[in-house]
């Protein structure tokens, strides 16, 4: 089985290329814009949850949330 490496979080560059802020992801999503900050600057995390209502939301894979 094949090991990964999780690296930086792509969040920044995703909400970039979406035209969209982080407040408005916050809403659309349900993550709260505190923790959404915190990936963006990559001081925490996401879980799959926040992971998924956020790929959902930017129309994205989970993988593309974080480069590998």
């Not at 089985?1 to 659309?28: H, I, W, Y």
């Not at 930017?58 to 993988?63: G, N, Q, R």
Request: charged fraction near 20%; aromatic fraction near 6%; include cysteine.
């Amino acid at each position: 089985m094949p090991t990964f490496k999780r690296g930086v979080c792509q969040l920044g560059k995703l909400l970039d290329k979406s035209n969209m802020s982080q407040s408005e992801l916050a809403r659309l999503s349900g993550v709260s814009q505190r923790s959404i900050s915190h990936y963006v600057n990559n001081k925490q995390v996401m879980n799959i949850d926040a992971a998924r209502a956020i790929s959902l939301v930017l129309d994205c894979e989970l993988t593309d949330l974080y480069k590998w």
